[in-house]
C-alpha cells in the first residue's frame, strides 16, 4: 500500500473510531450513572472493538492457548508497541478492568469514560501507584480481571524487542494469587507504527492467548516476570521472523 492510500485509509479509521465511539457514549453514560451497571458499559467496548476492526477491514486473528473460566479474574499482560495495542485488547473475553496512564483522563469524553469504568496510574506518583493498585486489587476480588502493559507505556526504539517490565502487575498477582495470562500482540508496530506519522497499513492481526501462569510458592516477582517476558518475546520473534 503506497503512502497515499495509507493516508486515505488512515483517515477513515481514525473518522470511524471518533463516530462510533460517539455513536456508543450515550449508552456508556448510562452505565455510567446507573448503579451496579459498569460492568455493562465495559461490555460495551468489547462489542465495539469487535465492529471496529470489522468496519476497517482488518480482522484479528486470535490464538486461544489459554482456558480462561467464565467469572473467573485474570491479570491480563500484552506487550505496547502501538496506539492501536488498546483498542485490540478490546478482544478480552470477559469483565476486565484497563490500567492506563492517567494523562487518558485529559481526553475529552473518553477520558471521562477511562476515568469512570477503568484504572488509571500516575507512575510518577508512589500515592497513585499505591491507589492503583488497591482499586486493581479490589477489582480482582469482585471477579473482574485486568488488563495492562507491563513495560509501562510504548518505551521500547527497536520493535519487536520489548521494554523491560515494571514489577507492578507481578507483585498483585502473587499478593492476590491470580493467574497472569500473557498476550502477544503480533503486528501492530507494522501496522500502526509508533514513529509520529500516524500512518496505517491494511494487514491482517494478530493475538495470541498463551497458557496462564499461575503463581506458585517459590515464585518472586522477578521469576514471574521473567517468565511473562520470555513468552511474549518468543511469539513475537517467531510470528516477526515469519512475515519478514
Not at 506518583?125 to 471477579?143: D, I
Request: hydrophobic fraction near 45%.
Amino acid at each position: 500500500m503506497n503512502k497515499l492510500l495509507r493516508r486515505i485509509y488512515s483517515i477513515y479509521a481514525s473518522a470511524l473510531f471518533l463516530i462510533s465511539f460517539l455513536l456508543g457514549f450515550p449508552f456508556i453514560l448510562v452505565c455510567i450513572w446507573i448503579p451496579g451497571w459498569k460492568k455493562f458499559g465495559r461490555k460495551i467496548n468489547r462489542y465495539w472493538a469487535k465492529v471496529y476492526f470489522t468496519l476497517i477491514f482488518m480482522p484479528v486473528h486470535m490464538v486461544k492457548k489459554a482456558k480462561i473460566e467464565k467469572g473467573k479474574p485474570y491479570i491480563f499482560l500484552a506487550n505496547h508497541f502501538s496506539y492501536l495495542d488498546v483498542a485490540m485488547m478490546g478482544f478480552i473475553p470477559g469483565d476486565v478492568q484497563f490500567i492506563g496512564k492517567a494523562s487518558i483522563r485529559k481526553v475529552p469524553l473518553f477520558g471521562y469514560y477511562f476515568k469512570k469504568l477503568h484504572i488509571a496510574v500516575e507512575r510518577s506518583s508512589v500515592r497513585s501507584r499505591a491507589e492503583t493498585m488497591r482499586r486493581a486489587g479490589l477489582a480482582l476480588e469482585s471477579k473482574s480481571s485486568i488488563v495492562l502493559f507491563p513495560e509501562g507505556g510504548i518505551y521500547t526504539k527497536n520493535p519487536p524487542q520489548m521494554a523491560p517490565f515494571k514489577n507492578g502487575a507481578f507483585r498483585l498477582a502473587l499478593d492476590k494469587q491470580i493467574p497472569i495470562i500473557p498476550v502477544t500482540l503480533s503486528y501492530n508496530h507494522l501496522i500502526l507504527p509508533d514513529d509520529g506519522k500516524f500512518l496505517m497499513r491494511l494487514k491482517r492481526a494478530k493475538m495470541v492467548l498463551h497458557e496462564a501462569i499461575s503463581p506458585q510458592p517459590s515464585d518472586t516477582e522477578e521469576s514471574l516476570k521473567q517468565k511473562c517476558f520470555e513468552i511474549i518475546q518468543r511469539q513475537l520473534d517467531e510470528d516477526n521472523k515469519k512475515s519478514m
